[in-house]
């Protein structure tokens, strides 16, 4: 059994006895092997790109098994949040992890709003861990890694940063270089003002990009930049280790969000 799992203190069912509950803030699972499973809504084949579909489903879903409702009412999957990532996944009582065990965890997946950053809340606090593992990194370390991203290619300002963390409070979005869907109210990393080019790049894509400088080495060139200007190396490898442990799943870009 995973650590995190042992840790839950929360009643371990089987895959195939969990039906879908009531949905408000992220429904978040731990399997036994510490696998984390975060859902934030159902991907539908005709969403319009106006409604905002993260901590959404049908009310009429609750208490069924994912196989009820699924291809029959409409809906691709489910979305999954990892790592920063927004992904398509199955529900945790589909049949290739039936047979493991889950708890699952009392918590909410809060957004960027005027007076919060995004953060994962266990008992009115944030559970850094559990945010990691949603979105990659906090809210504070993503805002560090930025600004020493900034500083090391010679464009910190102080007054209007660029590279910074933010979200979008009118509309949803697609990351100019991975085509991935950001929605409404998410965070991401604009590199210039909204109407410009690299305005919009979402979490996984920035990871990476920051990932292919590092040549995943905190001792690499770029590396050692980013620590000459105020990186700490164990961020640096909390940004090597991001994605490493869920592989193989589908991003959800614009197009599948946004269908023509």
């Given at each position: 059994?995973?650590?995190?799992?042992?840790?839950?203190?929360?009643?371990?069912?089987?895959?195939?006895?969990?039906?879908?509950?009531e949905?408000?803030?992220?429904?978040?699972?731990?399997?036994?092997?510490?696998?984390?499973?975060c859902?934030?809504?159902?991907?539908?084949?005709?969403?319009?790109?106006?409604?905002?579909?993260?901590?959404?489903?049908?009310?009429?879903?609750?208490?069924?098994?994912?196989?009820?409702?699924?291809?029959?009412?409409?809906i691709?999957?489910?979305?999954?949040?990892?790592?920063?990532?927004?992904?398509?996944?199955?529900?945790?009582?589909a049949?290739?992890?039936?047979?493991?065990?889950?708890?699952?965890?009392?918590?909410?997946?809060?957004?960027?709003s005027?007076?919060?950053?995004?953060?994962?809340?266990?008992?009115?606090?944030?559970?850094?861990?559990?945010?990691?593992?949603?979105?990659?990194?906090?809210?504070?370390?993503?805002?560090?890694?930025?600004?020493?991203?900034?500083?090391?290619?010679?464009?910190?300002?102080?007054?209007?940063?660029?590279?910074?963390?933010?979200?979008?409070?009118?509309?949803?979005?697609?990351?100019?270089?991975?085509?991935?869907?950001?929605?409404?109210?998410?965070?991401?990393?604009?590199?210039?003002?909204?109407?410009?080019?690299?305005?919009?790049?979402?979490?996984?894509?920035?990871?990476?990009?920051?990932?292919?400088?590092?040549?995943?080495?905190?001792?690499?060139?770029?590396?050692?930049?980013?620590?000459?200007?105020?990186?700490?190396?164990?961020?640096?490898?909390?940004?090597?280790?991001?994605?490493?442990?869920?592989?193989?799943?589908?991003?959800?870009?614009?197009?599948?969000?946004?269908?023509?």
């Open positions: 059994m995973g650590e995190l799992f042992n840790q839950t203190p929360t009643k371990a069912i089987k895959g195939e006895d969990i039906t879908i509950g949905k408000y803030g992220g429904e978040i699972f731990f399997s036994e092997y510490d696998e984390l499973f859902y934030s809504g159902v991907l539908k084949i005709a969403d319009d790109r106006s409604i905002d579909i993260l901590n959404k489903w049908p009310i009429n879903m609750i208490g069924k098994h994912s196989s009820d409702i699924l291809n029959a009412k409409g691709i999957n489910f979305i999954r949040i990892v790592d920063g990532r927004i992904v398509l996944d199955d529900y945790v009582d049949q290739w992890c039936s047979d493991r065990l889950f708890k699952k965890i009392k918590a909410t997946v809060s957004y960027p005027v007076e919060s950053y995004y953060s994962v809340i266990v008992n009115n606090d944030e559970d850094e861990v559990l945010t990691r593992a949603v979105f990659g990194l906090t809210y504070s370390e993503l805002s560090r890694l930025t600004e020493c991203y900034a500083k090391a290619l010679g464009v910190f300002n102080g007054y209007q940063q660029y590279p910074r963390v933010t979200r979008s409070i009118q509309s949803a979005n697609r990351c100019d270089i991975t085509g991935a869907w950001i929605p409404k109210n998410y965070p991401y990393i604009t590199f210039a003002e909204s109407d410009r080019d690299l305005s919009h790049i979402s979490l996984w894509g920035f990871y990476r990009h920051i990932q292919l400088l590092m040549r995943n080495s905190a001792k690499s060139l770029f590396g050692q930049l980013l620590i000459k200007f105020g990186a700490e190396p164990e961020l640096l490898e909390k940004v090597i280790n991001i994605g490493r442990k869920v592989l193989g799943k589908t991003i959800i870009t614009w197009d599948m969000a946004n269908p023509e």
